[in-house]
């Protein structure tokens, strides 16, 4: 039996803004820690003005 779990995380648009762009260096930072870690990435949101959501997920075999 498979089971799923996820987790959500969340940057502030605050901390992203570099200028007129974006800190790439940070999300990378965060998706890579993640992989090593046996998580994929799901889903991805932007949030209007207020941050970027992404959220995580992974499998773990039951039984």
């Given at each position: 039996?498979?089971?799923?779990?996820?987790?959500?995380?969340f940057?502030?648009?605050?901390?992203l803004?570099?200028?007129?762009?974006?800190?790439?260096?940070?999300?990378?930072?965060?998706?890579?820690?993640?992989?090593?870690?046996?998580?994929?990435?799901?889903?991805t949101?932007?949030?209007?003005e207020?941050?970027?959501?992404c959220?995580?997920?992974?499998?773990?075999?039951?039984?």
């Open positions: 039996m498979k089971e799923y779990n996820y987790r959500v995380e940057f502030p648009i605050g901390e803004r570099v200028g007129t762009g974006v800190d790439k260096a940070k999300l990378e930072e965060t998706l890579n820690a993640y992989a090593a870690n046996g998580w994929r990435l799901r889903e949101a932007l949030c209007g207020l941050g970027f959501i959220v995580f997920e992974k499998k773990e075999e039951k039984g």
